[in-house]
């Protein structure tokens, strides 16, 4: 894996409804991470996975993530500092992830000269690459964002089960109603001992209360959480409300 943040590098294959509010999904979502505990070390910077569906009917959350993800930074900064990876799929079988960055402005740079290309979910690869990336170094959790599924969900869910054996959360973040992505997502959510949340199409804020939570968990651990929660941030609730359960 490539160590410069201004290239991506491919990410090993394995074998083998309407835009209603999402307002009662995200306080779901943001009250699970209260039982969480937090693996940061003191006076270290948290690590997320940011992984994306990039097949082209993303395009408009994938322009819309570009420019929050400058939240997450912004919220992992007041608390001690946040790394981020981003991974993506897009096409039949591109897989890819960039090294790790520290600065909002050079995630958005990377993100800003990827197009969405139609293609197949590759939420496989994607779980597959967290475990090796946390093997090397410690990851605290990962944030992923999409609307479908079209892979074994047995798969999926054994995979899950093992970032969820190593201590490493996913937060599955879905668009619109897709019953099939759904029931997937809060398996994975669920196996991984992350949490599930949905937002609606095109809801801008819902999607930056969800990516702010996420990187308040990751930098932080559980207290940042629910002193982020203590101040009626809708996101911080929803997570804590699921990892409580």
Not at 30 to 54: C, E, I, N, T
Not at 124 to 150: P, W
Not at 178 to 207: N, T
């Amino acid at each position: 894996m490539s160590k410069n943040p201004s290239k991506t590098s491919e990410v090993p294959v394995q074998p083998g409804q309407s835009p209603v509010s999402a307002r009662p999904e995200i306080d779901a979502f943001l009250a699970k991470v209260r039982s969480m505990p937090s693996s940061v070390a003191p006076g270290q910077r948290g690590r997320l996975v940011f992984a994306l569906d990039a097949t082209m009917s993303r395009q408009p959350t994938w322009d819309a993530a570009c420019r929050l993800q400058a939240d997450m930074f912004h919220e992992a900064g007041s608390i001690g500092g946040l790394d981020v990876q981003l991974v993506y799929f897009r096409g039949l079988a591109e897989c890819r992830s960039s090294g790790w960055v520290a600065q909002p402005e050079k995630l958005a740079s990377l993100m800003e000269r990827i197009d969405c290309r139609g293609g197949h979910t590759q939420i496989g690869k994607v779980l597959t690459h967290l475990k090796r990336e946390s093997e090397q170094k410690k990851v605290q959790a990962m944030v992923y964002v999409g609307d479908a599924m079209e892979e074994a969900i047995d798969d999926l869910c054994a995979k899950a089960g093992e970032l969820g054996l190593l201590g490493i959360p996913v937060f599955m973040f879905q668009e619109g109603h897709d019953a099939i992505a759904e029931q997937a997502y809060r398996e994975i959510a669920r196996l991984s001992r992350g949490a599930y949340g949905r937002f609606a199409p095109g809801a801008a804020q819902e999607l930056a209360e969800l990516l702010r939570a996420a990187a308040a968990y990751a930098a932080g651990g559980m207290k940042a959480l629910s002193d982020l929660s203590a101040r009626r941030h809708g996101g911080a609730q929803k997570l804590l409300s699921q990892m409580s359960r």
